[in-house]
């Protein structure tokens, strides 16, 4: 054990995702170097106490968008800058954005220009995502295992949005270069020409308000792409993670998979949880700031998608941050008016709610043990990404990313207390009981409940590794042999 230390958080209450234990947690370098019953007096250059507080792992958050490249005249609002501001005062430390391949270009050019969106401004530690828009055969066979090979070991595929979605057999194709990499696919699933036909129906009878956008995207729309994207992992004989699972229909095909023994994980995100149909309702045009996809259901599917949070169902909870300002003609209000539904952009903001929404209406309120909100947020997805254990426990040698919980009082979440680009939260006036009293990124105070005290440029790139491999499964399916897969 070293004799002097950077940092020491003393009398913590730690939670990781397996233990809760009451120690010294002692930092140099950036990395956690001791935890101990007691370290001693005046070892350290600066002490934080952390007296009947809990002390938790630096959140993951390992789905959202943070200036991704836009179709014209829409624009993100947050920049690495700006998101990772927000998102270190909401207690997270690592987030994983997109970079997103355009039709027609290469992977590389994404992940290029989105490196030059990120240096320089990043203040806590990121990783990418890649967005396969355009699995050309020059994707598949060269630029992904070339990609996946320097860390980029994720891929998200849509089966929605004209820009993006892939058909079937390109996601098989995708699949299949998954499966040989050991790379994770992430799927959007809802049925693009079911949402197509639906918005015609609704927009030629003259509803165009921003409810009728849970019309146009139902559950069955998204149950369907749901089963249709387990059953083409099924066919290829890889894991895929679902991401955004809004509800109880999507819910009930992943449990059915899993019945059946197959590897699919499932994410889910707060505006499943805490808010429903009626937001996207809002008087006038207000209900646009709940315009995300899948839509927000109703009370009985957040219920479903607690029990799932609480038994397993779930692996990882994700804000999807997808920031669009509501009063900007780049925005909700796009080209200055305020436009039919199918024109919203669609996203809502939320890196920095996502853990004390979370903590307060999971932990606090007895849905939830810490250690699964542990699990949930910070350590699963750094697993699933293969950023275990740098990122998502407490212990020896991990980096030092903590979050020290402020759980004496409730309070309304407002606007104006966050530190994104956004114009509004969609959780405006809900009350939690948590909020992060300081956040600590690499052995940095980043937020200290009072100021972001971070610094653009400070956040490191993170290459990842893979995921840890599925288990393989008794296939006895005489067709496997004869495609053979
Ligand atoms: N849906 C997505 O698929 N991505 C960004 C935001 C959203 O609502
Ligand atoms: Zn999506
Ligand atoms: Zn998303």
Known sequence: MSDRYDLIVRNARVATAADTFDADLGITGGKIVAIAQRLPAGSADR?????????????????????????????MADDFETGSRSAACGGTTTVIPFAAQVKGHS???????YHRRAEGKASIDYAFHLIVSDPTPDVIARELPALVGEGYTSFKIYMTYDDLKLDDGEILACLEAA????????????????????????????KT?????????????????THRAITLSELVDVPILIVHVSGAEAVEQIRWARGKGLNILAETCPQYLFLTQEHL????????????????????????????????????????????????PQGKKLGGEEPSFEYIPNGIPGLETRLPLLFSEGVLAGRLTIQQFVALTSTNPAKLYGLYPRKGTIAIGADADLVIWDTSKRQPIRNEMLHHEVDYTPYEGIEVGAWPATTVCRGKVVWD????????????????????????RVRNESWREWVGL
Request: proline fraction near 8%; hydrophobic fraction near 35%; charge should be negative.
């Open 179 to 206: 499966r040989g990499l050991g790379a994770m696919t992430m799927i959007h699933a809802e049925n693009a020409d079911a949402i197509a036909y639906l918005t015609k129906r609704l927009t030629e009878q003259g």
């Open 47 to 75: 002490e934080i106490d952390a007296a009947g507080r809990w002390v938790t792992p630096g959140g993951v958050d390992a789905h959202c968008h943070l200036d991704q490249p836009m179709v014209e005249p829409m624009r």
């Open 107 to 113: 992977l590389r050019e994404a992940v290029d220009d």
């Open 449 to 472: 409940g009072v100021s972001f005290t971070g610094r653009a440029g400070d956040g490191q790139f993170l290459a990842c590794g893979l995921p840890e491999p599925a288990k393989p």
């Open 209 to 225: 308000a921003p409810r009728f956008h849970g019309m146009s995207r139902p559950m069955p729309v998204e149950r369907e792409a």
């Open 281 to 328: 309702g809002l008087d006038g045009f207000h209900g646009a700031k709940c315009v995300c996809s899948p839509p927000p259901r109703d009370a009985r599917n957040q219920q479903v998608i607690w029990d799932g949070l609480a038994d397993g169902l779930f692996t990882i909870v994700s804000s999807d941050h997808a920031p669009f300002r509501y009063d900007d």
